[in-house]
């Protein structure tokens, strides 16, 4: 189980940034929403639990899960970059 977990949290994702046309790499280890910030990119948020829905962004491809279903409501193709968790390689309208 731990072996699991540590493959899933070393897998590294390409996170491409369609409005910023750049990408970066991401690997679990943070939100996601703080993988930005330490890029340089400032995405709105509040609460960073999933309950406002602030950083909500839309999906154009790619997976992700939550551990916990978040409280914010969201569209199929949007994800809160707060707490979710990467799957897959994704593109963000962001």
């Keep these: 189980m731990l072996l699991a977990f540590l493959l899933y949290a070393m897998k590294?994702?390409?996170?491409?940034?369609?409005?910023?046309?750049?990408h970066i790499q991401h690997n679990n280890q943070l939100s996601l929403l703080s993988a930005l910030e330490q890029q340089g990119i400032f995405p709105e948020y509040q609460c960073r639990a999933g309950h406002c829905g602030s950083c909500r962004v839309?999906?154009?491809?790619?997976?992700?899960?939550?551990?916990?279903?978040?409280?914010?409501f969201l569209n199929p193709?949007?994800?809160?970059?707060?707490?979710?968790?990467?799957?897959?390689?994704?593109?963000?309208?962001l």
């Design 12 to 22: 590294i994702y390409r996170i491409q940034l369609l409005h910023q046309q750049r």
């Design 58 to 72: 839309k999906i154009r491809k790619g997976k992700v899960s939550y551990k916990e279903a978040p409280l914010a």
């Design 77 to 93: 193709d949007e994800i809160l970059l707060c707490c979710c968790q990467v799957e897959e390689d994704l593109e963000l309208e």
